[in-house]
């Protein structure tokens, strides 16, 4: 890769709306559930940190940690790996996976399966960024942010190759040479 533009998608503006709409949808479901939130790392890592705070109600947050994306690859393996499951039970608790983006949904579907083998009371999926033209496997997406079109995206979380997740809006990438 010689080098790499970015065109901006969404301001941080856009998405600071977004997450304050998603927290006032999850609250008013969840505010005396005491839910876990669990993020699928690492790309929800920015999301996670702004939407528990926007939320302001009592819950838990849980990670785990798979791999989808090869390094410096824009292009899902279909594969799944656990690097970190669940470290807790989630028998009896409701359930919010929170996902930076919805991509082919190979990984939802993979954690949502992981997730109903473990008896929690109820799961729901809450992702920021939907590439729903991508859309291999069906994910139920309860709380949805913003869609996104058939493009790589990169920033609030998100990176190619673990670049650009530090910026604070949503960039297509663009790569050139
Ligand atoms: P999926 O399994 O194809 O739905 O992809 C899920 C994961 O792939 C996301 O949680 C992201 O970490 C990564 N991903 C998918 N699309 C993009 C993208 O456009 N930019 C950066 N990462 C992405």
Redo the contacts with the bound molecule.
């Keep these: 890769m010689s080098g790499v533009q970015l065109e901006v998608l969404f301001t941080p503006g856009d998405i600071d709306s977004a997450v304050a709409r998603l927290a006032r949808e999850i609250r008013k479901d969840y505010r005396s559930k005491n839910p876990v939130l669990l993020g699928?790392l690492?790309?929800?890592f920015v999301f996670m940190a702004d939407l528990v705070r926007a939320l302001d109600i009592p819950l838990e947050i849980e990670f785990m940690s798979?791999s989808?994306?090869g390094q410096g690859r824009?292009e899902?393996s279909g594969k799944?790996q656990v690097i970190q499951g669940l470290r807790r039970s989630v028998r009896g608790r409701h359930v919010v996976v929170v996902?930076?983006?919805?991509?082919?949904?190979?990984?939802?579907?993979?954690v949502l399966r992981y997730l109903r083998r473990r008896r929690p009371a109820s799961v729901r999926v809450c992702a920021l960024?939907d590439?729903g033209a991508?859309?291999?496997?069906d994910?139920p997406i309860d709380y949805l942010g913003l869609s996104?079109p058939d493009?790589?995206?990169?920033g609030y979380g998100?990176?190619?190759d673990e670049r650009f997740r530090y910026l604070s809006g949503l960039y297509c990438?663009k790569e050139d040479g």
């Design positions: 699928v690492k790309g929800c798979l989808s994306y824009i899902s799944i996902e930076d983006i919805v991509d082919t949904g190979i990984t939802g579907d993979f960024f590439k991508r859309r291999r496997v994910v996104v493009r790589f995206v990169v998100l990176d190619y990438l």
